[in-house]
């Protein structure tokens, strides 16, 4: 796989390569092909390294005797950032380190799949990053975001989408969406808006008044 740096514009979205299932090669070309920073967490670099991919930052704990210096020569230029904070996983210190160096948005990959809590909380602590940083999480099936108060975008017919909450969400309306909602209320593990789809070709609105809404676009 070749290198990325084909721009470099701390206003595209950075790209994070966690530790989950890889995604498929022509995936992780496009994010790379327009990624101006690529940061890779440590317990994905070796993944990382057989691909042929240049790394730009390498971040994480280090722990089990993990000698990160073995890397400043085959990465070189790498910056290694140590965060030894337990109170907090790798991708969410990938996320804090980001916005240090004021970069508003990340793509995110190989953060789904192999283990399921980790899934489920790469997929749920993006929420407290809302107004602080634009996040994606990307897999070969989904493309998931957090969702602000009003969200428009344009899709064709039968796209599929869910709607998934993240604890509470009310006040919920949408316009173009095959099982429309108006002023509904989703609750995690009760009822969430799995599986909807879009109605016809057109802008797709979804509004709702509290809580934090997950979007995903979904490929069968």
Request: aromatic share 8%.
């Amino acid at each position: 796989m070749s290198s990325h740096h084909i721009v470099r514009d701390d206003q595209e979205p950075a790209l994070i390569i966690a530790n989950g299932a890889a995604c498929s090669p022509e995936l992780l070309g496009q994010l790379l092909e327009w990624s101006p920073l690529v940061v890779v967490l440590d317990s994905a670099i070796e993944r990382v390294i057989d691909l042929g991919i240049k790394v730009d930052v390498l971040l994480g704990d280090f722990d089990r005797g993990f000698d990160p210096e073995i890397y400043k020569t085959s990465q070189y230029p790498i910056e290694i950032i140590h965060t030894p904070d337990q109170d907090k996983t790798d991708l969410e210190k990938a996320f804090d380190y980001l916005i240090e160096r004021k970069i508003p948005a990340a793509n995110v990959v190989w953060a789904t799949g192999k283990r399921a809590d980790h899934t489920i909380t790469n997929l749920t602590n993006i929420v407290r990053y809302r107004n602080l940083l634009k996040i994606v999480i990307l897999d070969d099936h989904s493309k998931i975001f957090l969702l602000p108060d009003k969200f428009e975008k344009w899709y064709t017919a039968k796209t599929p989408i869910s709607l998934i909450p993240i604890g509470v969400v009310s006040g919920i309306y949408s316009t173009n969406l095959e099982y429309s909602l108006q002023n509904d209320t989703l609750t995690m593990g009760y009822r969430t808006g799995s599986s909807n789809a879009v109605a016809k070709d057109g802008i797709v609105i979804i509004t709702h008044k509290s809580g934090d809404l997950l979007l995903m676009e979904c490929m069968d």
